[in-house]
């Protein structure tokens, strides 16, 4: 009985949308690792809020709006930090224009210059809006950490980088 359910939910919900949301967030993740800071501002709404809880900063990161969060992320992701993120398990729920999502997710900065590497996972919580063009964008995001690891390259004397670094794209 459940599962017949489930299934009914299903499908009512509008796949398609499901599938735009999900690339959605693929593209926000490869926007932050390639740099793409336009394509990532096409990810995000004007009024966009993103709240990072990472103790690498020592306390929560909150931003309001596109122009703060990507002029944060252009600060401190400089060319001389590489990054992964990877998101999977996404549990999106769909209403209408407005969805909500949470994500599994991973990633390792290495901070070349620092000589360290922090790695960690979280929950990503999301807020999607689809506007006016039909297009799905991230009206809120945000994260606690479940863990995260550093380490410094010193400490690891045979460790070798070899990295294709990513020139962000002109503004």
Not at 27 to 41: E, F, G, H, P
Not at 104 to 116: E, G, K, L, N, S
Not at 124 to 152: K, N
């Amino acid at each position: 009985m459940r599962t017949a359910r489930r299934w009914r939910k299903l499908e009512r919900m509008d796949l398609a949308a499901l599938e735009e949301i999900k690339r959605l967030k693929y593209r926000y993740l490869r926007c932050v690792d390639t740099k793409n800071w336009d394509d990532l501002a096409d990810a995000l709404t004007a009024d966009a809020v993103a709240d990072y809880g990472t103790p690498a900063y020592g306390k929560p990161l909150s931003f309001n709006g596109r122009d703060a969060i990507l002029g944060f992320l252009r600060e401190t992701l400089g060319p001389d930090i590489i990054t992964t993120h990877f998101a999977s398990q996404p549990e999106i729920d769909i209403d209408g224009d407005r969805a909500s999502g949470t994500w599994a997710f991973q990633d390792m900065v290495i901070a070349t210059t620092h000589r360290m590497v922090v790695a960690g996972a979280a929950f990503y919580e999301d807020t999607y809006l689809r506007g006016e063009d039909g297009q799905w964008r991230i009206a809120r995001t945000g994260y606690q950490r479940t863990y995260e690891a550093m380490h410094s390259l010193d400490d690891l004397p045979s460790f070798r980088l070899t990295a294709n670094r990513w020139t962000p794209t002109p503004t």
